[in-house]
């Protein structure tokens, strides 16, 4: 499998409110990213549908490992394999528990996949391709998303 990441634009934005703990403001960035991967050698007899996930990974002063989830696929059996997709957005909020992305220097995209076998085990795969970004050092305030 050929995988491709590139062209991965972030922006942030500061004092958002995260409801899903104490009534603190964190940071929330938005991605936007291309992917383009040809997964024709995963379908064998045996894969019923593959899983897609884009997942960043980033070290904070506050956590030595944060990993988030951004955005996810399922490819089923007679799907075209070949991906080809631009200018997506993030899926899923990617939200820091405090202010650990702004300025951040090393946050790792990866294109990772489930198999789903007709039998037999699951597998977790992480894809030969990733790709590290920074995120920018200043906040924005008006931009839509």
Known sequence: EKIILCCVLFSLRKNVEDFTG?????????VTFDITADLQSIF???????FLYLSAEYST?????????????I????????????DMKSKYFFFDDG????GNRNITLTL??????????LPL???????????????ETTKSY
């Open 99 to 102: 202010n650990g992305l702004k």
């Open 61 to 73: 002063k506050n956590n030595a490992l944060n990993q988030v989830v951004l955005w996810d696929k």
């Open 125 to 139: 795969v992480t894809g030969s391709g990733h790709v590290s970004v920074p995120f920018p050092d200043t906040y």
């Open 112 to 121: 990772s996949w489930n198999v789903v076998p007709n039998a037999g085990i």
């Open 22 to 30: 104490p009534r603190e403001r964190s940071d929330l960035g938005f």
């Open 75 to 86: 490819m089923l059996r007679g799907d075209n394999p070949r991906l080809s997709l631009k």
């Open 44 to 50: 064998d007899w045996n894969v019923k549908q593959l």
